[in-house]
């Protein structure tokens, strides 16, 4: 079974610096490309970033490519995303989601693995 833990999120103004890390275990994950998605209140789950976990590449929503990063350590079965200069609009729970096959995605449906959320509250 496939288990994804997110952890990082917290308060922080604008153009402060948050690193959010997803824990993942149950699969040997060489096999799988993993995403960032949030959901702000009352709007939709949206891509953030993609990461093909063998091959290292990426994939970015213009929404936040210069500002945030996706990245993965294969040692310690752990996804990052690291954000910077974050703005109020950024504010959202955030996120992990595992799915098979080395392409990476930016359709939510596309994912077959979601961990439970982080919250990420940045104030103006």
């Known amino acids: 079974q496939v288990q994804l833990v997110e952890s990082g999120g917290g308060l922080v103004q604008a153009g402060g610096s948050l690193r959010l890390s997803c824990a993942a275990s149950?699969?040997?994950?060489?096999?799988?490309?993993m995403g960032w998605f949030r959901q702000a209140p009352g709007k939709e789950r949206d891509f953030v970033a993609a990461?093909?976990?063998?091959?290292?590449?990426?994939l970015h929503a213009d929404s936040v490519k210069g500002r945030f990063t996706i990245s993965r350590d294969s040692a310690k079965n752990t996804v990052y995303l690291q954000m910077n200069s974050l703005k109020p609009e950024d504010t959202a729970v955030y996120y992990c989601?595992?799915?098979?096959?080395?392409?990476?995605?930016?359709?939510?449906?596309?994912?077959?693995?979601w961990g439970h959320g982080t919250q990420v509250t940045v104030s103006s």
């Open positions: 990461i093909s976990w063998s091959y290292g590449t990426t």
């Open positions: 989601a595992a799915r098979f096959g080395w392409a990476r995605s930016s359709e939510r449906d596309a994912y077959n693995y």
């Open positions: 149950g699969r040997t994950f060489s096999s799988y490309a």
